[in-house]
């Protein structure tokens, strides 16, 4: 079974500040998304990367792949309260098609 | 209706009910997944379906019988649970099996079992 590690696990900040979430594997991706899930719904994709070094932006939120496909992050600028939520990485491998799931990082942004 | 659905959204059972959980997508896809999301831990693959086949079974108890009569129903039968069963079962949908899928997630059904 593949391992995928999501820190930190919890992250409470207060609204307008700046904050990175990692997601790291000891083994390389053969693409990753990110989701985020609010309480009571299901996770919504909100990017998925394929290319080492790739850089994503989606508004405030800014996602990087490794260059070495291993690890990944997600930076949120000027975080506000509707950020709130779990947020998921979901790495694939090159052994199926099949994305495994790491346990997320809970953020509350506090107004 | 536009998504995925899940019902019911919230479910209690005794160890020796039988209950079933439905998922239904309005998107048109042609594959559709099982997810089990329990806390502290990563979400798990139950099962995978495309074009109404089973393809993916990940050591799942028998206890958990899926069925999928059509691309755009999917249901989970179950009985005789345990109380370790107790989890939020995520439905989602994809336009294909194929890497790189976008995968589209219903709200879930958050079960306790007694």
């Known amino acids: 079974t593949q391992l995928l590690e999501q820190s930190p696990q919890f992250l409470s900040i207060q609204e307008g500040e700046n904050l990175t979430v990692y997601c790291n594997s000891s083994?390389?991706?053969?693409?990753l998304q990110w989701y985020r899930q609010e309480p009571g719904e299901g996770p919504v994709l909100l990017v998925t990367?394929?290319?080492?070094?790739e850089v994503k932006k989606l508004k405030r939120l800014t996602f990087q792949f490794g260059d070495a496909r291993k690890d990944s992050s997600l930076h949120i600028t000027a975080a506000q309260p509707g950020d709130t939520g779990l947020y998921l990485c979901?790495?694939?491998?090159?052994?199926?098609?099949?994305?495994?799931f790491g346990t997320g990082t809970s953020l509350t942004v506090i107004p | 209706e536009t998504g995925v659905t899940q019902t019911p959204r919230h479910l209690v059972m005794g160890m020796t009910n039988k209950k079933s959980l439905k998922c239904e997508q309005h998107?048109?896809?042609?594959?559709m997944y099982w997810y089990k999301q329990s806390a502290k831990k990563p979400l798990e693959l139950m099962f995978v379906?495309?074009?109404?086949?089973?393809?993916e079974n990940n050591s799942v108890p028998s206890r958990f019988s899926p069925e999928c009569p059509n691309s755009s129903h999917l249901f989970l039968h179950l009985h005789t649970l345990q109380p370790e069963d107790s989890a939020l079962y995520l439905c989602?949908?994809?336009?294909?099996?194929?890497?790189?899928?976008?995968?589209?997630f219903g709200s879930g059904t958050q079960l306790s079992v007694l």
């Open positions: 989602a949908s994809s336009q294909d099996i194929s890497s790189n899928e976008k995968l589209f």
């Open positions: 083994s390389v991706f053969s693409s």
């Open positions: 990367v394929v290319t080492g070094g």
């Open positions: 979901a790495g694939e491998w090159d052994t199926g098609n099949q994305f495994y």
């Open positions: 998107l048109g896809h042609n594959a």
């Open positions: 379906y495309s074009l109404e086949e089973r393809v």
